[in-house]
């Protein structure tokens, strides 16, 4: 017996259903980016180790699907080298390529690559699947779909203003309430330094992400735990403890960083790009939030995350401003700045709260019953005609039993029927029948047509 076929874990097979979700997250996601001047472009699935590694920090590189070479591999390993099994240096010599982790880095090697042919800034989105060799849980899946925007080329916040605004749009088309956290990696290195207590910011930011569900006291312990002295955990305590307004937020911050340049710099950006999104009338709240740092090595400036409210998900969104990316490519002083929705992620949002659209998901408008070659002959132009008029409509292709075509059209939730036999040919009309009602009613073929668009 043979062997039942399986998947990769952390990979999903889609049904006709499924991608008609998932394209009108795509279509929604795309159009948005189009409305503020985005253009598409596509890198490989795969790109070169070079490209890829040292771009994600340690955890990332660990999690880069590395692609084998093609032929004979092993041709220019040795006995001894395979006998000593070191992993990572077998890697380095068996593979050359690797699936893209993420759309940025792919992104910034592009921008190198045809920097003569850009207009600057540079605004392009991409939708396109990603790689992460991780383990596979709920919400997190080893292939996924990210949808990037980004702006190269200018220094203006007003590209993070933008930026908010295409989360805030996107969100509210999809009927999704979210909360946008934004934080900025300055005040972060700000905070570092004048705790005296550079190499610990990530540890500070787990353990204040705590405050909530442990209490002060016990956050503080885990910042004893993590080597902090109790004079820069002093120094902390108006940050673990911030809460009001975001503008009283920053406030504290500013007070409590008024020795650190680099801090104020990322208060000031940070007070910049809320007082303007004020006067935009956005649909979500964004909220400061100081325990987000975003894993990435190469955020230098704003960062950005959505969580949805109503459901519990890790995070739909997420991005920032990475002013020195392209220099990894030989091109310093290159500034940008971006987004990416977690599409799969916001389907499964989209799946528990029921919010797609039922024209969104819709597929056959209209199914021809198929009685036999006159009626069928008959029935061809009609099809042909609401076909031309944007009505999906299919004709059964095999002249089967009444109740098979009509179990047919109930499985695929076809929404109209038309039935076509020697009355119909004789009156020049179509009989449509209503598969949520059961009515019937016999009309002409502009009828028809001008009823079902």
């Not at 007070?271 to 325990?291: H, K, P, S, V, Y």
């Not at 949002?349 to 009685?371: E, M, R, S």
């Not at 036999?421 to 016999?442: P, S």
Request: aromatic letters at 8%.
């Amino acid at each position: 017996m043979a062997q039942k076929p399986n998947i990769p874990k952390g990979t999903r097979d889609f049904s006709p259903e499924e991608m008609a979700k998932r394209n009108y997250i795509f279509d929604t996601i795309r159009s948005v980016y189009a409305l503020y001047g985005f253009q598409q472009i596509e890198t490989p699935a795969m790109e070169t180790l070079q490209t890829l590694m040292g771009k994600y920090g340690e955890e990332g590189d660990k999690l880069l699907f590395k692609v084998l070479n093609s032929g004979d591999y092993l041709s220019k390993i040795t006995d001894e080298e395979l006998t000593a099994r070191n992993h990572l240096k077998l890697a380095a010599r068996l593979c050359e390529k690797g699936l893209r982790y993420d759309l940025t880095v792919p992104f910034a090697r592009y921008v190198v690559m045809h920097r003569d042919e850009l207009q600057l800034p540079f605004k392009r989105y991409q939708i396109q699947p990603v790689w992460r060799a991780d383990r596979p849980q709920k919400g997190r899946y080893r292939e996924f779909y990210q949808c990037d925007a980004d702006v190269v080329g200018s220094d203006s916040l007003l590209n993070e203003v933008e930026l908010m605004q295409i989360i805030d749009t996107v969100f509210t088309r999809f009927g999704i309430r979210v909360q946008i956290k934004i934080n900025n990696r300055k005040i972060l290195t700000g905070i570092a330094e004048v705790i005296g207590a550079s190499d610990k910011i990530v540890d500070i930011t787990v353990a204040i992400d705590k405050l909530d569900k442990i209490g002060l006291e016990k956050v503080n312990e885990e910042l004893r735990q993590v080597g902090l002295a109790d004079d820069a955990i002093e120094r902390l305590q108006p940050i673990i403890s911030l809460e009001g307004s975001n503008e009283e937020k920053l406030q504290v911050i500013a007070d409590v960083l008024a020795d650190s340049k680099t801090g104020l710099k990322g208060v000031e950006e940070t007070r910049f790009i809320l007082e303007t999104l004020r006067g935009c009338a956005l649909n979500n709240e964004i909220q400061l939030d100081l325990t987000l740092a975003r894993g990435l090595n190469y955020y230098t400036g704003a960062i950005f995350e959505v969580k949805a409210l109503d459901t519990p998900m890790g995070s739909i969104t997420g991005g920032g401003r990475y002013d020195n990316l392209t220099g990894i490519f030989g091109m310093p002083g290159l500034s940008g700045v971006g987004i990416s929705f977690g599409a799969d992620r916001i389907f499964d949002v989209l799946n528990t709260l029921n919010l797609y659209p039922t024209d969104a998901v819709c597929g056959t408008q209209l199914l021809f019953i198929n009685f036999g070659d006159a009626e069928t002959a008959y029935s061809m132009p009609i099809v042909a005609k609401a076909r031309q008029a944007g009505i999906r409509t299919e004709l059964y292709p095999d002249k089967a039993k009444m109740k098979k075509q009509m179990a047919y059209a109930n499985a695929k939730n076809i929404p109209y029927v038309a039935l076509v036999g020697e009355n119909e040919m004789k009156e020049g009309k179509v009989t449509v029948k209503n598969m949520a009602t059961g009515m019937q009613v016999m009309v002409t073929t502009d009828a028809l047509i001008e009823q079902l668009k």
